[in-house]
Structure formats: structure tokens, C-alpha cells
């Protein structure tokens, strides 16, 4: 049996297991796709937040298993951490979101890399950046691509598949770049459902990221500039 056999035999057994996992979640749970599909199609966050708090010290599995799946599916995970603060508090949640986005994008990432490269190329064609790919073979490149809040991962996620990063790099790339990120997702997150509690740190939270990623924009222009 050749290499290549042995690595598509491997990546067959994985994708059967999964699916294993998957379908058995629906066994012993029947509504739980149903009842987080309802819930984040209708934006009802309070309903998810109580859903999610109903499983009690299970809620940071389902949590963090709901963050890959929807990275997995390159569906947007952000109700899962805008809610994470409010079940689990600010700082917990923080962290279980960041688990979660890694290991979510790190699946994302393989499944582009091995079985998904067409549509990769298909939503890279989309975004008008083809001739950017070579550059998302650079750790620094892929970590400010992650850094930045709310914006989409299955771009990112598609370069980086189809750039020469090594699983290595994008891992490090991966679990540094998110964390700003998260952070700013998570807090508002908890904020804005917390806001008569909160509304003063919110504001203040804003100026500050405004301010922040404003600066970094600038002095990307201004080396823009400079290079042209």
C-alpha cells in the first residue's frame, strides 16, 4: 500500500468518524441542530444564552463544539462568543471562544487544504484577490488576517489552503492572530447583551478599538504610500 493510499484510507476513516459523531449527537439529542439553527437564524441571543446554560457544566463542550462546527461548515461563529461572556463570564469566556476558533479554523484549514481546494479557488476568484496569494504564505500576513474582528474566516482560510503556509505556521499564525480578535468579540458580545450594566465600559471599548485598528489602517496607507 503506497503512501498515498494510506493518506486517503486515513482521511476516509476520519470523515467517517465524524459523521459517526455527528449523527450521533443527533441520536441522543434530536432537537439540538434544529433548536441552535432556530435560534441563530432568528438572532434570539438571550433564547441561545439559555439554551447553551441549560446543559450545565456540558455548556463549554457544546459551546466550543458549536464554534468548530460552524468554522468547519464556514458558517459565522460569532453568536457562540457574543454569548461565551454571558454564560461562562468575561474572562472564561474569552478563553473558550479562543479554543474554539483555533481548533474550528485548524479544521477549516485542512478540510480546504485536502478536499475543498475548487472552492477555495472559488471564493478567493470572488473576493478580487487572487494576485494577494503568494503573500498569505507568511505567518505575519495570515496572524493580521485572523486579528481583525468580525471579519469572515473562510477567506482567510481559503488563501491560506491554497497558499505554500506549512500546517505549523498557519497553527501558530492561527492561535496568535485570533486572540485580539476574540477578545473584542467576546467583550462586546457580553456588553452589549449586559448593556444597561455595561454601557459606559462598552463606550470606552469602542473608542479604543476604533482607535487601534484606525492607527493600524493609517500606517498601512502611509507604507503604502511609501512604497509606491
Known amino acids: 500500500m503506497t503512501d498515498k493510499t494510506i493518506g486517503w484510507t486515513v482521511r476516509i476513516i476520519g470523515v467517517l468518524a465524524v459523521i459517526?459523531?455527528?449523527?450521533?449527537?443527533?441520536?441522543f439529542l434530536p432537537d439540538f441542530y434544529s433548536t441552535m439553527w432556530r435560534l441563530t437564524v432568528e438572532g434570539d441571543l438571550d433564547g441561545l444564552t439559555d439554551y447553551i446554560a441549560s446543559f450545565?457544566?456540558?455548556?463549554?463542550?457544546?459551546?466550543?463544539?458549536?464554534?468548530?462546527?460552524?468554522?468547519?461548515?464556514?458558517?459565522p461563529s460569532i453568536p457562540f462568543l457574543t454569548v461565551n461572556g454571558v454564560i461562562f463570564g468575561l474572562v472564561p469566556g474569552i478563553i473558550i471562544s479562543w479554543i474554539g476558533e483555533v481548533l474550528g479554523i485548524e479544521v477549516s484549514f485542512r478540510l480546504t487544504r485536502t478536499l475543498l481546494r475548487n472552492q477555495a479557488k472559488k471564493v478567493i476568484q470572488r473576493s478580487n484577490k487572487l494576485e494577494k496569494l503568494d503573500s498569505y504564505s507568511c505567518i505575519r500576513t495570515i496572524m493580521l488576517g485572523r486579528a481583525i474582528p468580525y471579519s469572515?474566516?473562510?477567506?482567510?482560510?481559503?488563501?491560506?489552503?491554497?497558499?505554500h503556509i506549512s500546517y505549523r505556521d498557519h497553527f501558530i499564525?492561527?492561535?496568535?492572530?485570533?486572540?485580539?480578535?476574540?477578545?473584542?468579540?467576546?467583550?462586546?458580545?457580553?456588553?452589549?447583551?449586559?448593556i444597561n450594566e455595561h454601557w459606559e465600559r462598552l463606550l470606552v471599548l469602542t473608542v479604543i478599538v476604533v482607535a487601534i485598528y484606525g492607527f493600524l489602517w493609517w500606517r498601512k496607507k502611509q507604507a503604502n504610500k511609501r512604497r509606491a
Open 20 to 27: 459517526l459523531f455527528l449523527w450521533s449527537i443527533q441520536w
Open 56 to 75: 450545565g457544566y456540558s455548556a463549554i463542550l457544546v459551546s466550543v463544539f458549536m464554534i468548530v462546527f460552524a468554522n468547519a461548515l464556514a458558517i
Open 152 to 163: 469572515p474566516n473562510v477567506v482567510v482560510t481559503a488563501f491560506s489552503a491554497l497558499s
Open 173 to 194: 499564525a492561527n492561535a496568535i492572530g485570533k486572540i485580539p480578535a476574540v477578545v473584542v468579540e467576546v467583550w462586546f458580545g457580553h456588553d452589549l447583551l449586559r
